[in-house]
Nanobody, 114 residues
Framework: QVQLVESGGGLVQPGGSLRLSCTTSTSISRFQGLNWFRRAPGKQREFVAS???????GYTEAVMGRFTISRDNGKNTVFLQMDNLEVGDTAVYYCNAWNTNEYWGQGTQVTVSY
């Protein structure tokens, strides 16, 4: 069974930075794509960022220029560098990986507040 484990969440002030990590229990090269999603309080889960096996990346407009997705194949880890955080970024962030199946992590809480 493939497992994804997120870490790096926490409490940060607006304008601050956090780096989320998602480590998989198998080689990330097995996956066609790796994604980050988030669910804010009272809202549906939404797409945040993706990185394809080819290296192509994509972002939702709300985080463009502030968030960066990357991966380290040797560590079987995908990262989400989040800079210039805003109160509206407060959410539980989930890692997602897919090939012929889809896998989810348990989530990590990010709170942006004074």
């Amino acid at each position: 069974q493939v497992q994804l484990v997120e870490s790096g969440g926490g409490l940060v002030q607006p304008g601050g930075s956090l780096r989320l990590s998602c480590t998989t229990s198998t080689s990330i090269s097995r996956f066609q794509g790796l994604n980050w999603f988030r669910r804010a309080p009272g809202k549906q889960r939404e797409f945040v960022a993706s990185i394809h096996k080819s290296g192509r990346t994509g972002y939702t407009e709300a985080v463009m220029g502030r968030f960066t997705i990357s991966r380290d194949n040797g560590k079987n880890t995908v990262f989400l560098q989040m800079d210039n955080l805003e109160v509206g970024d407060t959410a539980v962030y989930y890692c997602n990986a897919w090939n012929t199946n889809e896998y989810w992590g348990q989530g990590t809480q990010v709170t942006v507040s004074y």
